[in-house]
C-alpha cells in the first residue's frame, strides 16, 4: 500500500520517495519482499502515482525475480479498498503479504516468519507491544485468541488500555482475502474501508487468526514526518553499522558513518568518521578511510590510503565513469576524484587535485594543486604542482598522453590532443603546443610582451 498522501511530510515529493540509506522508502519494501521470492509485486498506488510508478520501475525493472505491477487507488477510502483495488491482480491460489509502502525496516526473516505462521491457510498479524499505543489498531483477544482489530477511534475506553497493535502487516490467503474484502463496509469512525475488519470475518468463518509479536520497533516503524525519518535513517545505519563491524571492518564511530547503497569490506578495513559512502563502494584488504570523505561507485585496491576530506565520485558502476584506486595507492587530503579516473597501483594524488576521465599507470605522481582531465598518464611520471592539462578547446575535448617517466614541472600547461615522450621532461612554466619526443628536455616560456602605449588600466 503506497496511496496515502503523507501530508506531515511537508514536501511536494511523494511520502514514499524519500530517500532512506540512498533507496526510496517504498523501494525497501519492495527489496524485501524480493528476499522472500515473492511471485508478484503489486504496489497500490494514489498520491502521486505517476511519479511512484516511474521511480520503482527504473530500480526493480533489471531484477525482474518477480511481476511487478501497480494498481491506482482514487480515491482513498482506507486500507480495505486498498487492497480491493488489487483484488483483480492477485492469483486465488497465492499467499497475500500485506505491507505499508512507508514502513522501511521490515526483515525479510520477520515476514518468513509471519508467512510461516500463516501456514498458507490462517490469517496471520505481526504484531507489537506499545506502552503508548495511542492511535494503532488494538488486537482485541479473548483468552489468547485473536477476534478482532479495533481501531483507535472506534475503540472503547477499556480496548484503548490494550497495549498490543496490529503493525499494519499481514500475510492471508488470497482466496480467503478476496471473500472477506468483499463484505468490508464504511460505517465506523473515520467513514472508512477498513482492512482491519477481516478479522472478524476470519473469527467468523472460522479461520484461525494467528498473531506474530515482536520486540523490535524499528521493524514495523513508519515515516510520516522527517523527524521519523530521521530516525529510522539512523536506526538503518546502525544496522548498517554492526554488519560491517561483525564482518571485521574498524569503524572508529558506528554512529559516525553513512551508507547510502553498498559497502563492501575485505578484511582489515578501517573508517573512520563522518565518512559517506553511495553507489556501489567497495574496499580492499587493508584499506584505510580517513575522516571526513565522500566515496561513491568505486573500488579500492588492498592497501591504499584515503587520507582525510577526499572526493571520489564515480559514475555507474560497470560503466566507463566508474573509478579504480589500484593496489597501495594514497589519496588525499583533499583530493578530488571524478568519473572515470582510473589508477594503478601505488599512484600519488595529493591535496587539491583532480583528476577526471583519466588513466594513471602505477607509481605515477601528482601531488599538489594540479588537475588531469583526459589524460593518460604513464608508469613512475611525476606530475608537477600547479600544472594542468588544457583539454578542452571550448568545443572539442582532446586528450594528453604522458608517457612513462616523464617528469612535469610546476605551472605547466599541456595543450591537448599532446603527447610527452617517454622519459622527457617538461620545463616549470612550460606551455606545451605540440608532441614532444622521448627524452628530451622541453622548455616553452611565454616572452614577456611589450605593447608601446599600453596602459595600466586606473580608477581615476
Ligand atoms: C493502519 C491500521 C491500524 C494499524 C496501523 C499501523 C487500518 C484500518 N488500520 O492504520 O490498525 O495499527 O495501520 O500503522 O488498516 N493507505 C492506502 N490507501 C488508503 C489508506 C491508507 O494506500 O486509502 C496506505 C498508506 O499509504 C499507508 C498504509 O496504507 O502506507 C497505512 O495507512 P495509515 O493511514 O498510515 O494507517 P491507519 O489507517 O491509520
Ligand atoms: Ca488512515
Redesign the pocket.
Given at each position: 500500500?503506497?496511496?496515502?498522501?503523507?501530508t506531515r511530510m511537508k514536501s511536494k515529493l511523494p511520502?514514499?520517495l524519500h530517500q532512506l540509506g540512498g533507496r526510496a522508502l517504498l523501494q525497501h519494501v519492495v527489496d524485501t519482499a524480493a528476499l522472500l521470492n515473492a511471485r508478484q509485486v503489486t504496489v497500490?498506488?494514489?498520491?502521486g502515482a505517476t511519479e511512484v510508478e516511474a521511480a520503482l520501475a527504473v530500480n526493480t525493472g533489471a531484477a525482474g525475480q518477480f511481476d511487478l505491477n501497480f494498481v491506482r487507488?482514487e480515491?482513498?477510502?482506507?486500507?480495505?479498498?486498498?487492497v480491493q483495488q488489487a483484488v483483480p491482480v492477485l492469483r486465488d491460489d497465492g499467499l497475500v503479504v500485506v505491507?505499508?509502502?512507508?514502513?522501511p525496516l521490515t526483515q525479510a526473516a520477520t515476514l518468513q516468519q509471519l508467512i510461516d505462521a500463516s501456514a498458507g491457510k490462517q490469517l496471520a498479524l505481526l504484531t507489537i507491544d506499545f506502552a503508548d499505543p495511542t492511535?494503532?489498531?488494538?488486537i482485541v483477544r479473548e483468552g489468547a485468541a485473536v477476534k478482532a482489530?479495533v481501531?483507535?477511534k472506534d475503540a472503547s475506553p477499556a480496548q484503548r488500555q490494550i497495549t498490543e497493535?496490529?503493525?499494519?502487516?499481514m500475510a492471508v490467503p488470497a482466496l480467503q482475502l478476496k471473500k472477506w474484502l468483499a463484505r468490508l463496509d464504511n460505517q465506523n469512525a473515520?467513514g472508512?474501508?477498513?482492512?482491519?475488519?477481516i478479522v472478524k470475518f476470519a473469527v467468523a468463518d472460522g479461520v484461525p487468526v494467528v498473531a506474530h509479536k515482536i520486540l523490535d520497533p524499528v521493524q514495523?516503524a513508519?515515516v510520516?514526518s522527517p523527524v521519523q525519518l530521521a530516525e529510522l535513517e539512523r536506526a538503518y545505519q546502525k544496522r548498517i553499522a554492526l554488519q560491517l563491524m561483525e564482518q571485521g571492518v574498524r569503524l572508529a564511530d558506528p554512529a559516525r558513518l553513512d551508507v547510502r547503497g553498498s559497502l563492501s569490506c575485505a578484511t582489515d578495513v578501517s573508517i573512520d568518521v563522518n565518512c559517506v559512502f553511495e553507489g556501489q563502494v567497495s574496499l580492499g584488504e587493508g584499506v584505510k578511510i580517513g575522516p571526513n570523505c565522500c566515496i561513491k561507485n568505486v573500488s579500492i585496491a588492498a592497501g591504499a590510503v584515503i587520507h582525510p576530506f577526499t572526493h571520489i565520485e564515480g559514475g555507474a558502476p560497470g560503466s566507463k565513469d566508474a573509478i579504480e584506486v589500484g593496489a597501495g595507492s594514497l589519496i588525499g587530503p583533499f583530493a578530488r576524484l571524478r568519473p572515470g579516473a582510473r589508477l594503478g597501483a601505488e599512484v600519488h594524488i595529493g591535496n587539491f587535485v583532480e583528476v577526471k576521465n583519466s588513466t594513471l599507470a602505477k607509481g605515477a605522481k601528482a601531488n599538489h594543486l594540479a588537475y588531469l582531465g583526459d589524460a593518460t598518464v604513464g608508469e613512475r611520471v611525476n606530475y608537477g604542482a600547479g600544472s594542468i592539462t588544457a583539454n578542452y578547446d571550448g568545443a572539442f575535448k582532446h586528450r594528453t598522453v604522458i608517457e612513462a617517466d616523464v617528469h612535469i614541472g610546476s605551472n605547466c600547461v599541456l595543450i591537448a590532443p599532446v603527447t610527452i615522450g617517454a622519459g622527457g621532461t617538461v620545463g616549470g612554466g612550460s606551455t606545451i603546443t605540440k608532441d614532444t619526443a622521448p627524452l628530451t628536455l622541453a622548455v616553452a616560456r611565454g616572452r614577456q610582451v611589450s605593447i608601446a602605449n599600453w596602459k595600466r588600466p586606473s580608477k581615476k
Open positions: 500500500m503506497a496511496a496515502g498522501k503523507g511520502k514514499v497500490i498506488t494514489g498520491h487507488q480515491p482513498q477510502l482506507g486500507t480495505g479498498h486498498a505491507l505499508s509502502g512507508d514502513v492511535g494503532y489498531g488494538r482489530i481501531e483507535q497493535v496490529y503493525s499494519g502487516i473515520q472508512e474501508y477498513y482492512l482491519t475488519d514495523v513508519g510520516n
